[in-house]
């Protein structure tokens, strides 16, 4: 009999399950005997979760641990037991049991990077360790500063230095001072290369070392202000040569040469540019009826552009009207696809259970690594990008999206589909933030989706950050007090952005279209383009004017937005720009 019990037991670990796991795995079965392990799983996570959303952290790590370890989400469950662990390491007064929940987290974190070095949970894990590493340095006696710089070194890897914190930086600062390591305060003077001038994290360093301050040239400008651009590929300087005929009047010249030009570069880019202003040029040079067709083909091939909008317009046409009705895209397992990589056939076997469970945030971060593939099924494309979609991934859904957009096939022409590359997301913020400060929503919206694609963590190249990607600079200029890590809030995001946004409205006198070139390229290149007499006509002269290509598609990328969103969602179909565009004077 004992024999049978040793055996019993040395199975159950092999299985990762302990005795009274193993009776509560035998329990759910028996209740529930159509479940899946899979859905098994799902639910004790999603069980767990909602234990950790009432701080009952130590039943929520011990309800995952009944998961066992080669479960499909096995990585899941060492990525959410360390980040309960950090909580609890966070929340303890009792500095012992703080440093052991610590190294707790540590360990389950440390265990995902050796089990399964493909999960999609890798990148946040390693942020964690960073930021349970500065926990634990800064526990220590003396402060452990060579473990502080493990962690920002992971962190300047990861991109995420606005994960460390004026109080870090205090904590470093300060014993980097009264005993410094090999690279302190060499590490500080790298720091400042990233922090604003005038930031809550620079003003923080220099209470100990003023010097290191003073001298520091961040990396990055304080504000989006364009101090020049690269020299233009040959189809852009062919376009801006042949339009400036346009502006003369030369309209028979301007058409042969867009013409010619579309000849010379096949493959441009901004050929639906050149067709455009080819229909201009050749209405009124020689009627209407002549450039129709040129309209014609602009709005059948690109009517999700601003240059479709435009052709619709001149064609009286409506481009909702091209999309037929279709009944909400179900949620359902994906179809086994020998093509998929191993990664994506776990990811989207997950997701789907994931999200009948409401663990959206944990789908999200499996889609949001998952690309659309160029041979996949148009079917296959937009269940992909629905699941993204509706677990908040939305930069990832655009992917497969496009590519069903550029088959022109019958799924692209679905009001389903234009639903997904027109979302409606963080509405719950958008909305009373700008009705609080007089700003049309759906013009925010618009503007969200351009800037962050409904993403609040997003950082630039250029270290814009947070829904309406802001610079450090101009957000300190918004609000003195402002961490860097403050800025991938939404709700702080939104509030900074459409100041800054309203404050740009005020000084272009309502004018959206310039105020939203000065949020992107600084106001001062505005009032520029302004005196030089670009914006003098209508927003499709000034737009073609403008010499920042970025500046340009910001622009009417967010003209397109707004156009798309009013007719979508409030039956309200622009009619022309004013709206963008109204009166100078």
Known sequence: MSQRICFVVSCLIAVGLTLPQAAEAKKRKKESPHVSEDE?????????????????????????????????????????????????????????????HAKSALDKYFLLLKKHPDSSFLKKTLENIATTELFLAAQSEPVNLELMETAFERLRVEKKFYLITPDHLRTYGKNCKSAPSKVCPNWLRAYLQYAAKNSIEAKTIAEFFPDLEREATPSFPNSKEVTGYDMPPGDLQAFDEWFKKILSKDYS?????????????????????????????????????????????????????????????????????????????????????????????????RAPLLYRYDLNHLARQDLTLVKGRETAASDYLLQLANIQSLTGAYLSSFDPIQ???????????????????????????IEPVSQA???????????????????????????????????????????????RIDLIDPVVSLTLGIKYFKRMLQMFNGNISLALAAYNAGPSNAKKWINQGIAGQSMEFFVEQIPFRETREYVTGIFRNYYFYKTIYYNDTLKDTSTFWPDLK
Request: hydrophobic share 40%; proline share 6%; charged share 20%.
């Open 40 to 100: 098994s799983s799902v639910i004790l996570l999603s069980k767990a979760e909602k234990l950790a959303q009432n701080s009952k952290l130590s039943k929520a790590i011990d309800t995952l641990s009944a998961i066992p370890i080669q479960s499909t989400y096995s990585d899941i469950v060492q990525f959410l037991q360390g980040s309960y662990y950090q909580r609890l390491a966070m929340n303890d007064k009792k500095k012992s049991a703080a440093v052991s």
């Open 253 to 349: 010249k301007a058409y042969e040469g867009l013409k010619a030009s579309i000849e010379r570069f096949p493959k441009s880019k901004i050929k639906n540019r050149f067709l455009y202003w080819m229909a201009y040029a050749l209405e009124l040079d020689e009627g209407f009826e002549e450039a129709r067709p040129l309209y014609q083909q602009v709005y059948d091939d690109y009517s999700l552009t601003w240059y479709g909008i435009l052709a619709s317009w001149k064609l009286g046409h409506n481009p909702y009207s091209r999309y037929l009705d279709s009944p909400p895209l179900e949620v359902r397992p994906f179809p086994v696809d020998s093509f998929a990589t191993p990664f994506e056939s776990k990811v989207l076997t």
């Open 403 to 429: 590519k069903i957009i550029n088959r022109q096939d019958q799924m692209t022409f679905l009001r389903t589909t234009l639903k997904l590359i027109f979302p409606i997301a963080q509405k719950e913020h």
């Open 437 to 483: 400060e007089g700003v049309d929503p759906v013009c925010v919206m618009s503007h969200v989706k351009q800037e962050s694609g409904f993403e609040p963590d997003v950082m630039s190249v250029a270290s814009a950050t947070g829904l309406l990607q802001l610079m450090p600079g101009t957000a300190i200029e918004m609000q003195p007090s402002i961490r």
